[in-house]
């Protein structure tokens, strides 16, 4: 199984908007509702950012939004703030092999 | 607020076999799948597997044959053992809550290297 595709990369102005896809397969991202998006900073522990595709779990800014067309999720974040700079993961369950692929991860920096 | 507290030993040679612990501190243990990742430097996430408070494991197949993940549901505790290591299994390995359809909360992460 392979990991889900996602861009290197992904910049934005304080203030602005930067969506992050995420591609799979029918037998992940596009089979079940339960993609979701975990963001890392470096030394810190992982952090959920939405799961369920679209839902926010209590504590996340609604700046962070899920979406999913087909075989490819997406997040956004809207109102970019400094302490958005960090790794962003996306998450699918396999469910044919039951167990948990990940993406290759992208990069956001505030410009 | 459940937090999760890992510990194990970091440098090991390679063949040796890594050994993790993860202690799970103000919330419930029965309930959940509890799980291991790992972050290879430069590299992304992936994960190992997780096992339910009562014992019933699922794991990676790419790691099946190595892995071994256990619980000790009197301490609240899950371990993470994987055998014959190589410098490939160079990680930050976490332990997390599986909810069901997601990882949280995480760990702080763990770093094992393997060098000879």
């Known amino acids: 199984q392979s990991a889900l595709t996602q861009p290197p990369s992904a910049s934005g102005s304080p203030g602005q908007s930067v969506t992050i896809s995420c591609t799979g397969t029918s037998s992940d991202v596009g089979g079940y509702n339960s993609v979701s998006w975990y963001q890392l900073h470096p030394g810190k522990a992982p952090k959920l950012m939405i799961y369920d595709v679209t839902e926010r779990p209590s504590g996340v800014p609604d700046r962070f939004s899920g979406s999913k067309s087909g075989n490819t999720a997406s997040l956004t974040v809207s109102g970019l703030q400094a302490e958005d700079e960090a790794d962003y993961y996306c998450c699918s369950n396999v469910g044919n092999l039951d167990y948990y692929v990940f993406g290759t991860g992208t990069a956001v920096t505030v410009l | 607020q459940v937090q999760l507290q890992q510990w194990g030993a970091g440098l090991l040679k390679p063949s040796e076999t890594l050994s993790l612990t993860c202690a799970v501190y103000g919330g419930s243990f029965s309930g959940y799948y509890w799980s291991w990742i790992r972050q290879p430097p430069g590299k992304g996430l992936e994960w190992i597997g997780e096992?339910?408070?009562?014992?019933?494991?699922k794991y990676n197949p790419s790691l099946r044959s190595r892995v071994t993940i256990s619980v000790d549901s009197s301490k609240n505790q899950l371990s993470l053992k994987l055998y014959s290591v190589t410098a490939a299994d160079t990680a930050i390995y976490y332990c997390?809550?599986?909810?069901?359809?997601?990882?949280?909360?995480w760990g702080q992460g763990i770093l094992a290297t393997v060098s000879s």
């Open positions: 096992i339910y408070y009562s014992g019933a494991t």
């Open positions: 997390a809550r599986h909810l069901g359809r997601a990882f949280d909360p």
